[in-house]
């Protein structure tokens, strides 16, 4: 059986820093859905490990990851699958897990790098000469104390559910991920959506990050935030959560 290190996560902090664009020429003219203005992220994330009542130094756990992301409406998933696999990664070599699903901390930030991804598209859509990628690079750091809970010799059973080899780190990513990815039923998604006017200037729909036109008829969910209509179906018909704040649809889980 393997050894199980559980970990409670504490005081994330996030550093988002924007960088200059710069443009790559191309022959070829743009297509939809891929945007003209490509984000460039490269994310880190530090560990700092804590065990209360130990004056014993950890080196902090970090790992580096890089992703171009052209498509705005799987741009948050992208973001989602690249912590992902950086929380894998530091697995590989600490085999250890948290008490609880850390993802939605991070939202805000993504959330951040999306809206300056949105800003810099709307400012190059009038500009823009057609036939000509602007690459926008953006640095996202993430840092945060892990405090030791418990070790476990053998594997807890619900981790034994999900383990079929003794790489049990990937079988946990991969139960994450599709947790992540439950969808909202047909009926709340009728029901709780409504149909409202969009009054307000500059706002954008955070699933396609195209703008939403001031008195045209939007989408908007219980927590309030608005969409285009096709976009936040399409979304919730994937995921139950709101793309911006985490808001909770109710799932067919819900009534088995």
């Given at each position: 059986?393997?050894?199980?290190?559980?970990?409670?996560?504490?005081?994330?902090?996030?550093?988002?820093?924007?960088?200059?664009?710069?443009?790559?020429?191309?022959?070829?003219?743009?297509?939809?859905?891929?945007?003209?203005?490509?984000?460039?992220?490269?994310?880190?994330l530090?560990?700092?490990?804590?065990?209360?009542?130990?004056?014993?130094?950890?080196?902090?756990?970090?790992?580096?990851?890089?992703?171009?992301?052209?498509?705005?409406?799987s741009?948050?998933?992208?973001?989602?699958?690249?912590?992902?696999?950086?929380?894998?990664?530091?697995?590989?070599?600490?085999?250890?897990?948290?008490?609880?699903?850390?993802?939605?901390?991070?939202?805000?930030?993504?959330?951040?790098?999306?809206?300056?991804?949105?800003?810099?598209?709307r400012?190059?859509?009038?500009?823009?000469?057609?036939?000509?990628?602007?690459?926008?690079?953006?640095?996202?750091?993430?840092?945060?104390?892990?405090?030791?809970?418990?070790?476990?010799?053998?594997?807890?059973?619900?981790?034994?559910?999900?383990?079929?080899?003794?790489?049990?780190?990937?079988?946990?990513?991969?139960?994450?991920?599709?947790?992540?990815?439950?969808?909202?039923?047909?009926?709340?998604?009728?029901?709780?959506?409504?149909?409202?006017?969009?009054?307000?200037?500059g706002?954008?729909?955070m699933?396609?990050?195209?703008?939403?036109?001031?008195?045209?008829?939007?989408?908007?969910?219980?927590?309030?935030?608005?969409?285009?209509?096709?976009?936040?179906?399409?979304?919730l018909?994937?995921?139950?959560?709101?793309?911006?704040?985490?808001?909770?649809?109710?799932?067919?889980?819900?009534?088995?």
């Amino acid at each position: 059986m393997a050894s199980v290190y559980f970990f409670r996560f504490e005081n994330l902090q996030h550093n988002v820093i924007p960088q200059q664009p710069h443009i790559i020429p191309s022959n070829d003219p743009p297509t939809a859905p891929t945007s003209q203005v490509q984000l460039d992220v490269t994310m880190s994330l530090c560990l700092n490990l804590s065990r209360h009542g130990s004056s014993n130094t950890v080196e902090p756990l970090f790992k580096q990851s890089r992703r171009s992301i052209d498509n705005p409406s799987s741009a948050f998933l992208n973001l989602d699958s690249m912590l992902l696999k950086l929380y894998e990664g530091l697995q590989t070599d600490n085999n250890f897990i948290f008490e609880d699903n850390f993802f939605p901390k991070f939202d805000a930030a993504f959330v951040k790098i999306l809206r300056h991804w949105d800003s810099v598209r709307r400012k190059n859509s009038t500009s823009s000469r057609g036939r000509e990628t602007i690459i926008l690079p953006v640095q996202a750091e993430f840092s945060a104390t892990i405090v030791f809970v418990e070790h476990i010799q053998e594997t807890p059973p619900v981790v034994q559910q999900i383990t079929n080899y003794d790489e049990d780190y990937v079988e946990i990513g991969r139960a994450v991920e599709e947790s992540r990815m439950v969808p909202a039923t047909e009926s709340s998604i009728k029901r709780m959506l409504k149909n409202v006017i969009n009054v307000e200037q500059g706002k954008s729909c955070m699933v396609c990050l195209e703008q939403l036109q001031v008195g045209s008829c939007v989408s908007q969910m219980p927590c309030s935030h608005d969409f285009h209509r096709d976009c936040i179906e399409t979304w919730l018909k994937q995921s139950h959560y709101c793309p911006i704040c985490r808001f909770e649809m109710p799932t067919e889980e819900e009534f088995n």
